[in-house]
């Protein structure tokens, strides 16, 4: 397959009228006629010359893949027009300034050295009056290494603002998962709670009607308990309460006909609302998973909060023990849980499950 070259950089309008400015020095090169009126052949080579290093200069604005080609090619006219009574020094300071966008620096920085030095051996060799050729030794040194260092800044910049935007897409991707796990825990929970209360009502229909409309308005309040959490999970206002989450995962577990046993250790008090958010989102899921999968007849909650300030939340059931897939729920537990500081231990027997979530003192913060 034949491969396609990369379009040209181009510069952009600003730096393009920029690099046109450039140009007014060129006028330098017809200063010596000021004071003498130059012969026809020094006009005739001048025009001629001016005109070549107007079509490297614009081929150099065109493209930026042969700096050293236009630095060769501005020094080469100055050298052929210092019989002809011009300032043809100025020429090797556009060289410069051509060489000084080479890559890389260092290369760029012997090119630099490199045409001062054949002007200067140049101006020598020839006999040329020596402020001809020392001042634009000075100046090209000047201009280049000025736009070495400008052009270092440039490529700095860009590299910056490509950082940049590889940060604000890692932030993007970041909140995206974030919004999916909550979101997964959310509707997860939720969607298993409607299911269990829809089953309750339908069977107590033909038994206890007042029963089963108590079943549906209980329903009725979850599904705009859950709207409201799913709006607050998408902007990031996550301010669940724990003690709130503890009584809702009671009413779950006992509408699934699984007793519930909660524990509560010294009384867990925090200030920090993304830290407990943390720990209820935590609850939340394994509860989800002690009614989805274990088929348990008792459940286990037990909240404790340690005198350095530690909190724990284990959640153990009776049912289906064995080997445990980790699932996108209990990864994006571990991985809420980590990103906070914390850990989640998963314990697994004939027995049933334990899981165990700890958040140290202190974390939460960086969740």
């Not at 030095?117 to 020598?124: H, I, K, S």
């Not at 709670?193 to 229909?205: E, G, S």
Request: overall charge positive; aromatic content about 6%.
């Amino acid at each position: 397959m034949r491969k396609v070259a990369p379009p040209e950089r181009r510069p952009s309008p600003p730096k393009l009228a920029g690099r046109l400015v450039w140009l007014a020095y060129l006028a330098l090169y017809f200063t010596p006629w000021l004071f003498r009126p130059p012969r026809p052949p020094e006009l005739a080579a001048g025009l001629v010359g001016t005109t070549i290093f107007l079509a490297i200069y614009a081929d150099g604005l065109r493209t930026r893949r042969s700096p050293m080609l236009h630095a060769l090619a501005s020094a080469g006219v100055g050298f052929a027009l210092s019989p002809f009574g011009g300032a043809w020094s100025v020429f090797n300071v556009y060289g410069a300034s051509f060489a000084a966008r080479m890559r890389p620096r260092r290369r760029a920085t012997v090119m630099l050295v490199g045409l001062q030095l054949a002007l200067a051996a140049f101006g020598l060799a020839t006999h040329q009056p020596w402020p001809a050729w020392v001042s634009g030794i000075f100046f090209g040194a000047l201009i280049g290494f000025g736009v070495l260092w400008q052009s270092e800044l440039e490529e700095k910049n860009r590299q910056l603002e490509q950082a940049q935007g590889e940060v604000r897409a890692l932030a993007t991707a970041a909140e995206r998962e974030r919004i999916a796990r909550d979101l997964h825990d959310l509707l997860g929970h939720t969607l298993t709670l409607v299911a269990v209360k829809a089953d309750l009502a339908q069977r107590l229909c033909d038994r206890d009607l007042d029963a089963a409309r108590r079943e549906m308005q209980e329903l009725a309040a979850i599904a705009r308990d859950a709207l409201v959490e799913v709006r607050t999970a998408v902007v990031g206002m996550k301010g669940a309460s724990l003690a709130a989450e503890v009584e809702r995962a009671q009413r779950a577990l006992s509408a699934a006909g699984v007793q519930v046993q909660v524990q509560v250790r010294n009384q867990v008090v925090d200030g920090d609302p993304q830290r407990e958010a943390v720990i209820t989102m935590a609850l939340r899921e394994a509860v989800t998973n002690v009614i989805r999968h274990a088929h348990a007849r008792v459940c286990t909650i037990g909240v404790e909060s340690t005198p350095d300030g530690e909190m724990k939340l284990s959640v153990t059931d009776d049912g289906r023990g064995g080997a445990v897939a980790e699932g996108f729920g209990l990864s994006g537990m571990r991985i809420r849980l980590e990103a906070a500081g914390g850990s989640l231990r998963v314990e697994s027997g004939r027995e049933g499950l334990q899981l165990t979530a700890s958040l140290p003192a202190g974390a939460g913060r960086r969740a």
